[in-house]
């Protein structure tokens, strides 16, 4: 059977939902490899889509780069950060970007959204990402934790803007590809290790036919 992205190199970046060894790094570079594509990852905790636009972007709170399947390299060195999205692009020149935002933009403890800042931060990313084909992944369900305030009610406002704001990105729900009822997470944002998995498996079902279109 001919690997349905053989051929294609893959960029993804993302927030922490892609940075921490037990996280979406783990299983998505695996899938995506298994299909033929070639694949470079890298995760900035707590990381906005703003930051991947900055000249240099901040290392809060951990940085993760992985090549391919292999090693997942983690510094939590505040000096040590990812460079921008427009270096990565012109650094690994993908055929398609695949990005994971939302979680960390949302404004869970505040009472209302802010709109206008999630707007132009999305539209900032998507325009240096220029015609290069690209997937919006968003963020899935989570619980209520005084920590980080997640909420259903903000994560599904946050999902329809999303859905609206970052095209010609393909956006991907992830509120869709999982029950609630099903989520289990360590803090009330970040996911179980298994769930991880389950939600990359989610992903990947939902990403290979869009990246595999045209090829």
Same mark, same amino acid.
């Given at each position: 059977?001919?690997? &349905? &992205?053989? /051929?294609?190199?893959?960029?993804?970046?993302?927030?922490? !939902?892609?940075? !921490? %060894?037990?996280?979406?790094?783990?299983?998505?570079?695996?899938?995506? *490899?298994?299909?033929?594509?070639?694949?470079?990852?890298?995760?900035?905790?707590?990381? @906005?889509?703003?930051?991947?636009?900055?000249?240099?972007?901040?290392?809060?709170?951990?940085?993760?780069?992985?090549?391919?399947? $292999?090693?997942?390299?983690?510094?939590?060195? #505040?000096?040590?950060?990812?460079?921008?999205? +427009?270096?990565?692009? +012109?650094?690994?020149?993908?055929?398609?970007?695949?990005?994971?935002? /939302?979680?960390?933009?949302? /404004?869970?403890? =505040?009472? =209302?959204?802010?709109?206008?800042?999630? #707007?132009? =931060?999305?539209?900032?990313?998507?325009?240096?990402?220029?015609?290069? @084909?690209?997937?919006?992944?968003?963020?899935?369900?989570?619980?209520?934790?005084?920590?980080?305030? %997640?909420? $259903?009610?903000?994560?599904?406002?946050?999902?329809?803007?999303?859905?609206?704001?970052?095209?010609?990105?393909?956006?991907?729900?992830?509120?869709?590809?999982? =029950?609630?009822?099903? *989520?289990?997470?360590?803090? /009330?944002?970040?996911?179980?290790?298994?769930?991880?998995? #389950?939600?990359?498996?989610?992903?990947? +079902?939902?990403? $290979?036919?869009?990246?595999? #279109?045209?090829?």
């Amino acid at each position: 059977m001919h690997p &349905l &992205l053989a /051929g294609l190199t893959i960029l993804m970046i993302g927030d922490s !939902h892609l940075t !921490h %060894k037990n996280t979406l790094v783990a299983s998505l570079p695996e899938a995506f *490899v298994a299909q033929g594509a070639k694949v470079v990852t890298y995760g900035l905790c707590s990381s @906005k889509p703003e930051d991947w636009v900055d000249e240099k972007p901040l290392n809060a709170c951990g940085y993760t780069k992985r090549i391919g399947t $292999e090693h997942i390299n983690v510094s939590m060195d #505040k000096n040590d950060a990812p460079p921008n999205i +427009q270096a990565l692009m +012109q650094q690994w020149h993908p055929d398609a970007v695949v990005v994971v935002f /939302g979680d960390a933009m949302a /404004g869970y403890s =505040q009472p =209302q959204m802010p709109t206008d800042w999630i #707007k132009d =931060q999305v539209h900032a990313l998507v325009s240096d990402i220029g015609s290069t @084909k690209c997937v919006w992944i968003g963020p899935t369900w989570g619980h209520y934790n005084p920590r980080y305030g %997640k909420t $259903e009610a903000r994560t599904v406002e946050l999902a329809n803007l999303l859905n609206k704001e970052v095209q010609p990105c393909h956006y991907v729900d992830s509120t869709k590809l999982l =029950q609630q009822k099903d *989520v289990s997470t360590e803090d /009330g944002l970040h996911l179980t290790s298994e769930d991880y998995t #389950k939600w990359s498996n989610a992903i990947i +079902q939902n990403v $290979e036919p869009m990246l595999a #279109k045209g090829q």
